[in-house]
């Protein structure tokens, strides 16, 4: 019985001090030699079988403000003494439409969101019609003018 145990204690921990040692002494290639990085994997739980994984958090995600003003001279930049219009403009964002002045969150880092601006009595001049969130957290401001239709 004591040899048994004895053998059993041994082949143990040959496993043990192989399963340390093996990437040790070269036997499998590291990611740094390819220049390739490796992001720790986010454990889970008993709880994300039942409920799903939490949700991001809002510094992981970007924002996007949009602003619309009435460019009184046409020259597609907000002057002092140009007023702002609220509720004149809707924007449509991911197939949202929201009210300007309009602030979007939860927009995915790393994704491109095409942004489509009309309105009743004004014609915003949408300049840029396509924005993208390259960075956490990041907020995107957009000042949005617009023409007074006759």
């Not at 300007?100 to 927009?107: F, H, R, T």
């Not at 840029?128 to 969130?133: A, G, P, Y």
């Not at 960075?135 to 401001?141: A, T």
Request: overall charge negative.
């Amino acid at each position: 019985m004591a040899k048994r145990l004895t053998i059993l204690t041994a082949a143990i921990l040959a496993c043990v001090f192989f399963a340390g040692v093996g990437p040790a002494l070269g036997s499998a290639p590291s990611g740094e030699e390819f220049g390739i990085s490796h992001e720790p994997s986010r454990r889970g739980n008993i709880l994300d079988l039942f409920f799903g994984p939490a949700p991001r958090l809002p510094t992981e995600r970007g924002k996007l403000v949009i602003y619309a003003f009435h460019d009184a001279n046409g020259n597609n930049r907000r002057d002092p003494g140009e007023r702002e219009l609220h509720d004149k403009i809707r924007c449509t964002v991911d197939e949202i439409t929201y009210k300007v002045p309009a602030l979007i969150p939860g927009l995915d880092l790393s994704a491109g969101y095409d942004i489509e601006c009309e309105g009743d009595d004004y014609l915003p001049l949408l300049i840029e019609s396509h924005v993208f969130i390259e960075r956490r957290g990041q907020i995107i401001r957009i000042d949005l003018p617009c023409q007074k239709l006759n």
